[in-house]
């Protein structure tokens, strides 16, 4: 079960001081089931106590509207970027701006993007046709590329939102085994 809390009109009073309020872990990712909700706040450069204080208010407004468990961070730019922070890809990669209600890295013009390579040479003749039909879809029915916004590079490559990767990960892993996984981002125009 998703908490897809970016594309809900919450309503929440934060500061000037607060550069962006981010979802992101197993909450956005399809498929997980989540015990709770993780959330960053990303400060400007503001003092520790009082980063906590703000945010400690935005998570009980997000409590008070949703009933569920909330789990906050806080960082200000500087410390998020320091290399010592273990959360910042999983944030940068996964995690969608509930300000914004888009991923937080295109706050920087990145579009995380997940790309999935395999190869079909091992397959017998059914496996494949499984294969396509499981990605492009059959008799009317969406395949995941359709269903699920993924686009087809070139054969043997797709590329999908990083939200849907457990989704395509647990259909691929039915049919084969020789796939490869590689997080990108792509730069916006």
Not at 5 to 26: E, P, T
Not at 71 to 96: C, M, P, Q, T, W
Not at 120 to 146: C, D, I, S, T, W
Not at 148 to 174: D, R
């Amino acid at each position: 079960m998703t908490y897809k809390l970016w594309l809900k009109k919450l309503k929440l009073n934060y500061s000037k001081d607060v550069f962006d309020i981010i979802q992101f872990g197993s909450s956005v990712i399809e498929g997980d089931t989540p015990n709770d909700v993780d959330i960053t706040v990303v400060f400007q450069k503001i003092p520790l106590k009082e980063q906590l204080n703000q945010a400690q208010e935005i998570k009980n407004q997000l409590q008070e509207q949703l009933n569920i468990p909330i789990h906050i961070n806080v960082f200000d730019l500087y410390s998020f970027f320091d290399k010592g922070n273990f959360a910042k890809e999983s944030i940068l990669f996964y995690g969608r701006s509930l300000i914004s209600n888009d991923y937080f890295s295109k706050k920087f013009d990145l579009n995380p993007k997940l790309q999935i390579s395999y190869s079909l040479n091992k397959l017998q003749k059914k496996e494949k046709v499984m294969f396509h039909y499981l990605l492009k879809g059959k008799k009317g029915k969406y395949g995941l590329l359709r269903k699920y916004g993924g686009e087809l590079l070139n054969p043997g490559l797709i590329e999908i939102a990083p939200e849907h990767e457990k989704i395509f990960l647990n259909a691929i892993t039915e049919i084969t085994k020789d796939f490869k996984i590689k997080k990108v981002f792509l730069s916006e125009p």
